[in-house]
């Protein structure tokens, strides 16, 4: 997605066909006021559209209105405090996997004994300063996950994932998700999309590559039951208690699973 500021262009007027052109003079403090107000406003567009860009938590608002209405990544953004509630100690090591991992990554790292890391499933078409650093780092990594992940078994604590399976066919899903199960040493979260937000973009099919495919509740535990994969009830009850209390109403469907043993 490209955010490209329009052309911003500064024209100067002259008094030449001001109607009252003869009242305020070249030395007149109309126009030197004028301009200070013009270089004001001027500052603070580019200091906002800066600070969209610059991966800050007020990105991830934008991106989920240009992604559409079932983009999952402003739920993640939100659910972050509510998952540290639901996991504890287990959020001392995550992985996020989906688009605009960048900015998700940069939220987790502002946790208290949180570690994070990044799989961006696409290429990332425009990055910023902060995301380029993330990248040059390591923490954020660009993979096809439809192959295995280059990360060991049981490399993390928690993984999270979010506007990635749903581009997927049962084909490609019946080797990711037990390959984010075998990186993870305790738990998965999945966000997906639910049925009634199947309005796939063409800005987003073009970009993933297919459109998506919004699956239902029981579709999605008949598919865990057939790859061996446990749903972690305790944490879907200490999630929905959190969730509750802080008045947090997913838009997307939040699966919570169980490590391989």
């Known amino acids: 997605m490209s955010r490209r500021p329009g052309n911003a262009t500064r024209r100067l007027i002259g008094n030449g066909g001001n109607p ?12 030197p006021l004028l301009s200070v107000v013009l270089v004001l406003l001027g500052t603070l567009l580019v200091i906002g559209y800066v600070y969209r860009g610059s991966g800050g ?7 989920s209105k240009v992604e559409g209405d079932f983009s999952c990544t402003f739920d993640v953004h939100t659910a972050i405090p509510i998952l540290k509630k639901t996991y504890g100690d287990s959020m001392h090591k995550v992985l996020h996997v989906g688009p605009d991992t960048c900015s998700i990554v940069s939220q987790l790292t502002t ?48 993984i999270i994932v979010s506007d990635s399976v ?10 990711t998700l037990p390959d984010l199960a075998r ?6 979260v999945i966000f997906t999309g639910k049925p009634k937000n199947s309005k796939a973009k063409l800005p987003q099919s073009s970009r993933f590559g297919r459109p998506a495919k ?13 790859t061996s994969l446990e749903e972690n009830e305790t944490a879907a009850k200490k999630f929905e208690q959190a969730a509750s209390k802080s008045s947090y109403k997913p838009k997307c469907q939040v699966f919570h699973l169980n490590s391989y043993h």
């Not at 749903?166 to 080797?175: A, C, E, F, G, V």
């Open 20 to 31: 009252l052109g003869g009242i305020f003079h070249s030395k007149s403090q109309a126009s």
């Open 57 to 63: 938590s007020g990105d991830y608002k934008a991106f």
């Open 111 to 158: 946790e208290k004994d949180t570690e994070a890391w990044g799989v961006e499933p696409y290429d990332i078409e425009e990055t910023d300063v902060a995301c380029r650093s993330l990248v040059r780092k390591g923490l954020v990594r660009v993979a096809d996950i439809k192959f295995p992940l280059p990360y060991r078994a049981k490399s993390f604590s928690l």
């Open 166 to 175: 749903d581009y997927l066919s049962p084909k490609y899903l019946n080797k």
């Open 183 to 188: 990186v993870s040493a305790q738990n998965l």
């Open 214 to 226: 919004m699956r239902s509740a029981s579709w999605w535990a008949r598919f865990f039951v057939q």
